[in-house]
């Protein structure tokens, strides 16, 4: 079994990691990878190649797949869902496990996620979509605040604004309309919900659904949820705040509606489909969609994972029961990220050896020189704790974090706070 993963993060680390140790005994490629990547073979055994091409360069992604006779490709990031990489790998009769950009726009499109939502009846906030500053500043006017204001397209999980007074949504108005900062585009304004958050990721092929265990991220920079929004700064799984009756009932009434609502819409889905979740009064709603793996949730997700995931996406390709299992312990993450990020952040940080520590660590940003690690993004690498509870695997991970802190990092110390 030969296996091409692309992408270069955390999430892409967490999925080779889990790959490699397929009863399939896979011999992994990724492309591009990071330096952590290369420490799989000596923890699992897996043979792990990194290869030199980037996550854009969809022909030249092909071609290598093709002349290395690979069985299975799975993408990791969105924009290479957005270039079509899966069409033009089912093209070549390739494998893969990813979504059509047709069908990937429940991500890349907030518009299209929200207008298939109200089509098919499927839970989420009241919404409008305006392309000018001045029309949606009216409507902001008639509003009022707390609102939410999205971003229209790919924004690398940077580009919605949880707006608690007028000021603050009209800044972002400006920021998203007028200074275009993540391209021109339309925003869409939503009502604000109130509830706990839950990532539920699920493997998917056409109305098949396969759901995994539920994570809680933490989007917000700093500790209580303050600060700017990030990419994720920690992640844990389970999440005993919101009883399982109420998991089942978004599988039921969300995942397989919203898979079968893409099917009917002619843009089938194959891949993960992952739902940003909300527990409201009024139960379980759509705050977003991606259509992809969840970073970092993924990060966490996937250790509590006990089934062999390599063996569970060709079955979802094929189309048979999968049912999987899950350890009993709890895992919690905790991000690192270079001082300033999301902003400009400080770059080339020096890091400890993270094979030193007896917790797992996947690097999200590093880069190697002469033996040395460097940090090579924002967020730079996360801890992901066990334990038999929460609290101890919260313990665990903090305990490994201490090892790998430096100056010029910051991390949030309250990971995890609304279980523990």
């Not at 000021?167 to 939503?190: I, P, T």
């Not at 040395?372 to 101890?392: A, D, P």
Request: charged share 25%; net charge negative.
């Amino acid at each position: 079994m030969r296996i091409l993963i692309i992408g270069r993060g955390g999430r892409e680390h967490a999925i080779v990691w889990k790959m490699a140790q397929s009863a399939l005994k896979p011999e992994l490629f990724i492309a591009p990878g990071n330096v952590g990547m290369k420490h799989i073979t000596a923890q699992t055994g897996a043979p792990v190649t990194l290869v030199n091409l980037s996550e854009g360069e969809t022909e030249k992604l092909r071609d290598f797949a093709l002349s290395e006779h690979i069985d299975l490709t799975v993408v990791g990031p969105e924009a290479a869902l957005a270039d079509d990489i899966a069409t033009v790998f089912a093209a070549a009769g390739l494998r893969i496990f990813a979504p059509t950009a047709a069908a990937a726009r429940i991500e890349t499109s907030k518009e299209f996620a929200k207008d298939l939502m109200r089509q098919y009846r499927i839970p989420t906030a009241e919404y409008r979509t305006f392309e000018d500053y001045d029309s949606a500043k009216a409507y902001l006017d008639r509003q009022g605040a707390p609102i939410v204001i999205k971003y229209d397209g790919l924004a690398a999980g940077k580009g919605v604004v949880v707006a608690m007074t007028a000021e603050e949504a009209d800044n972002a108005l400006k920021d998203m309309l007028l200074d275009n900062r993540f391209g021109k585009g339309k925003v869409v304004m939503e009502e604000f919900l109130q509830g706990p958050e839950f990532s539920l990721l699920t493997l998917v092929n056409g109305e098949q659904v396969v759901p995994l265990v539920i994570a809680q991220d933490h989007k917000r920079a700093y500790d209580g949820d303050k600060g700017p929004n990030t990419g994720g700064m920690g992640a844990y799984a389970p999440v005993p705040v919101i009883p399982q009756t109420q998991i089942d009932w978004a599988v039921e009434h969300i995942m397989k509606p919203t898979a079968k609502a893409l099917k009917s819409e002619g843009c089938p889905f194959c891949g993960v489909l992952y739902g940003g979740l909300m527990l409201t009064k009024d139960g379980p709603k759509v705050i977003e969609f991606n259509a992809r793996f969840g970073d970092p949730e993924t990060e966490v997700v996937l250790p509590k994972l006990k089934s062999d995931l390599t063996q569970m996406m060709l079955d979802v390709l094929d189309n048979k029961d999968v049912t999987p299992e899950f350890h009993e312990e709890a895992f919690l993450g905790v991000v690192l990220a270079a001082n300033g990020y999301p902003g400009s952040y400080t770059k080339n940080i020096p890091l400890n050896n993270p094979d030193a520590l007896s917790q797992q660590v996947f690097c999200m940003g590093v880069k190697e020189e002469n033996g040395q690690l460097f940090s090579n993004g924002g967020r730079v690498l996360i801890v992901v704790g066990k334990g038999n509870t929460l609290k101890e695997a919260q313990q665990d991970a903090y305990q490994g974090v201490a090892k790998m802190a430096h100056s010029d990092l910051f991390y949030r110390k309250d990971i995890g706070w609304q279980a523990v």
